[in-house]
Antibody, heavy 120, light 107 residues
């Protein structure tokens, strides 16, 4: 059974960079069957798709965040990462990583999520 | 970007009821539309993919239909564990946007 686990600081200061890592177990992140995706959810609000990365390093980002976001993949550690620069309070949210299956084009496994608060 | 609009934003229903949630896209999606269930404090879980295919392990009382721009999630014989928030998501083109969610509450 595949599992995804987000990790990273729970508190980030305004204007600084948010960095999160998703560790994948039970499957190889190198597989060409999947994309690896980040989604976030502010408290009490809906889901926002941030972006995704493919094993070869190809990425797609949400244009609303594109100038600030970088998603990368490390096949040697079976991890992928999110960097979001110049954060503000509006970036406070629960951040989820998830597996996107190319055949079905759906997100079939999700991490538990990690709360990141932007505050001084 | 493709905009996804869900309706209603919330509904009240009783155990045993049948409920229907609608999702409308701002452009045609073919069948690149999926439904997720989210319970408080938990990650979303995939219910239906490709508009009408039931994800493995999901009870058959959940069903999806539609294509193009209009899609429906139906929950038959509503069970206590079904009270949650439901989201649609398009994967036709990035960014893979979500609908605003529909909260199903106990009447």
């Amino acid at each position: 059974q595949v599992q995804l686990q987000e990790s990273g600081p729970g508190l980030v200061k305004p204007s600084q960079t948010l960095s999160l890592t998703c560790t994948v177990s039970g499957d190889s992140i190198s597989s060409d069957t999947y994309y690896w995706t980040w989604i976030r959810q502010p408290a009490g609000k809906g889901l926002e798709w941030i972006g995704r990365v493919y094993s070869g390093g190809n990425t797609n980002y949400n244009p609303s965040l594109k100038s600030r976001v970088t998603i990368s993949i490390d096949t040697s550690t079976n991890q992928f990462s999110l960097r979001l620069t110049s954060v503000t309070a509006a970036d406070t949210a629960v951040y989820y990583c998830a597996r996107f299956v190319r055949v079905t084009t759906a997100l079939d496994f999700w991490g538990l999520g990690t709360l990141v608060t932007v505050s001084s | 970007d493709i905009q996804m609009t869900q309706s209603p934003s919330s509904l009240s229903a009783s155990v045993g009821d049948t409920v229907t949630i609608t999702c409308r896209a701002s452009q045609r999606l073919s069948s690149f539309l999926h439904w997720y269930q989210q319970k408080p404090g938990k990650a979303p879980q995939l219910l239906i993919y490709a508009a009408s295919s039931l994800q493995s392990g999901v009870p058959s009382r959940f069903s999806g239909s539609g294509s193009g721009t209009d899609f429906t999630l139906t929950i038959s014989n509503l069970q206590p564990e079904d009270f949650a928030t439901y989201y649609c998501q398009q994967s036709y083109s990035p960014p893979h946007s979500f609908g605003g969610g529909t909260k199903v509450e106990i009447k």
